[in-house]
């Protein structure tokens, strides 16, 4: 049983902290891992992709992976009131073509002015 | 227009009635899902394709049924509407391993 665990929050900050998200996962070959946003009410919105270990960085966001801890973070620099979602965690794992991902629950974020 | 069109946005339906929820999109990826997200319980799966040939189960297709009348077009089928299958209904697409894009979301209440 594939599982990805993230803790549900709410993770409250205040505006222009960094926002650490978490997110850990059971299957050992795992291979590619995903961070979505997702707004009240909205759909979720992929915002952040990683496949290798070591960090990837795209504007505000910075994803971590950690295989050998099998964890992947996600944090977010200067917080804004925008920011204030559900971030989920979405995990692959490669081989037989499918790539159907497991996700977890979410993590709501609240960042406050 | 959006990338990936669900209809309705919205629909509240009685138990016991057939529904069929749309789902149309202009990516060109050949896999498409349909997924139901309820308040603590994530989303889940409950069918995908992979080409027009191709429908496979997830982890929740009982009472659902799909059907992909073309590349672009996926429809998702409530033989019989419960009341717990009131939850808000994404369809969603990908090309490969390279992440989702959803849908708007349908909100179903069976009442």
New interface residues.
Partial sequence: QKEVEQNSGPLSVPEGAIASLNCTYSDRGS??F?W?RQYSG?????IM?IYSNGDKEDGRFTAQLNKASQYVSLLIRDSQPSDSATY?C?V?VGGG?S???T????TSLIVHP | DADVTQTPRNRITKTGKRIMLECSQTKGHDRMYWYRQDPGLGLRLIYYSFDVKDINKGEISDGYSVSRQAQAKFSLSLESAIPNQTALYFCATSELNYGYTFGSGTRLTVV
């Fill in positions: 291979q590619s995903f979505y909205k759909s979720p919105e992929l992709f989920l979405a692959t073509g790539y159907i991902p996700f977890g629950r979410g």
